[in-house]
């Protein structure tokens, strides 16, 4: 009897071990903040890396502006952000991200800003093929309280699309040289930022941007 009991209580134990590590799904973002914002306007700062590609700042930030107009909002030209900053003496998006909400609002007039963050932006090399990799974090804050509406990520890798090949040796190495050499005088990440923001600021998707006043589809989500 208390060997069966010990199975029993083993078994119980076990199926608990199971459902504790089984792979939860994502949790609901908590729009409330966000609906009650009803922002018409956003400002995009200009992202803080963390990738060693001195090309990653602005492969991301040139793209970013397409999916925001897309989901229905007023995005304030980047040249003139830019420009802007750099007159008043902020030219690092570190500086730029530490400066106060109440303080963009008052020179861009922006309801809310877009803060980005790159966790990955480049290529690596292997033996037989290089992959370009983009990882981006973002945060939408209301510019009038200070208030954080919406985070989300976007990730992106030029390997999402290869498809393994039978070709010989020689060919895979000469592929790979040439690729890398393209590669390396060109900035490879700079398309799969693209498809990295898309996926970070589409509106409609799970736990996504919601849709903006520009919208057909504005306050159906």
């Known amino acids: 009897m208390l060997k069966y009991m010990s199975k029993s209580l083993f078994a119980v134990g076990l199926v608990s071990l199971l459902a504790?590590?089984?792979?939860?799904?994502?949790?609901?973002v908590d729009y409330?903040?966000?609906?009650n914002s009803k922002p018409h306007s956003i400002l995009v700062l200009p992202p803080v890396s963390e990738a060693t590609d001195v090309n990653a700042g602005n492969g991301v930030l040139a793209q970013v502006t397409y999916p925001l107009a897309e989901a229905g909002y007023y995005?304030?030209?980047?040249?003139?952000?830019?420009?802007?900053?750099?007159?008043?003496?902020?030219?690092?998006?570190?500086?730029i991200h530490a400066v106060a909400p109440a303080k963009l609002r008052q020179i861009f007039g922006a309801d809310a800003a877009l803060y980005i963050d790159i966790n990955k932006y480049g290529v690596s090399y292997q033996v037989f093929d290089s992959v370009a990799t983009v990882s981006?974090?973002?945060?939408l804050v209301d510019l009038r309280n200070n208030t954080e509406l919406w985070t989300g990520t976007?990730?992106?890798?030029?390997a999402e699309?290869?498809?393994?090949?039978?070709?010989?040796?020689?060919?895979?190495?000469?592929?790979?040289?040439?690729?890398?050499?393209?590669?390396?005088?060109?900035?490879?990440?700079?398309?799969?930022?693209?498809?990295?923001?898309?996926?970070?600021?589409?509106a409609g998707r799970f736990n996504g941007i919601l849709y903006g006043p520009r919208s057909p589809k504005y306050g159906t989500d």
């Open 154 to 158: 976007g990730y992106a890798s030029s």
């Open 161 to 202: 699309n290869d498809n393994n090949n039978n070709n010989g040796l020689l060919v895979q190495l000469i592929a790979a040289a040439i690729k890398q050499v393209v590669n390396k005088v060109s900035d490879a990440a700079y398309p799969v930022a693209g498809v990295a923001d898309q996926r970070l600021l589409e």
């Open 136 to 139: 981006v974090t973002a945060r």
């Open 20 to 28: 504790a590590c089984a792979v939860q799904p994502p949790k609901q």
């Open 75 to 95: 995005v304030l030209p980047v040249s003139l952000v830019s420009e802007t900053f750099k007159q008043n003496g902020l030219t690092t998006a570190n500086d």
């Open 32 to 35: 409330t903040a966000f609906k």
